[in-house]
């Protein structure tokens, strides 16, 4: 059981906060490739509506998912790092050092705040590409009713 807390004494901050970072790359690729792909889709090419919102939601599920599931793993972080907190504090007898104690849990809360930071425009650009999905279709939906007539 002391190799699996040394273990993560020593690696939970770069497993953490590399999966976050990873989890930004991603999210940041993600965001460019639909941005291009929203400036230069011409609904007049789909036979179909379900065509069309196929194409415009491709890469939407990986979006909402980062934004989604980033804060529970910054939760992760900040559960590993309170219970490494409360590991030292038992190990540590009564050697008490009010000032570590709280250095440590205000260092365990950092993996939340990254958690939320990589939520959050996560959320705002799938919510914004949500809307232009609503768009582009509605115009493919104003397209087929012009030919109709």
Do not use: C
Request: hydrophobic fraction near 50%.
């Amino acid at each position: 059981m002391e190799s699996l807390f040394q273990f993560l004494h020593y690696n939970s901050d770069y497993i953490i906060l590399g999966l976050l970072v990873l989890m930004s790359i991603i999210l940041v690729w993600k965001v460019i490739e639909r941005s291009l792909f929203y400036k230069k889709v011409n609904i007049n090419d789909y036979a179909t509506i379900e065509e069309l919102e196929i194409d415009l939601t491709h890469n939407l599920t990986t979006i909402s998912t980062i934004g989604s599931n980033a804060p529970y793993v910054g939760l992760l972080g900040t559960v590993v790092g309170i219970l490494l907190t409360f590991y030292h504090l038992g190990s540590a007898g009564g050697d008490l050092d009010a000032g570590s104690i709280m250095v440590s849990l205000s260092l365990a809360l950092k993996a939340t705040a990254l958690g939320i930071l990589v939520a959050i425009p996560s959320m705002m650009f799938y919510n914004g590409f949500g809307r232009k999905v609503e768009e582009n279709k509605l115009k493919w939906l104003a397209e087929q009713k012009k030919v109709v007539k």
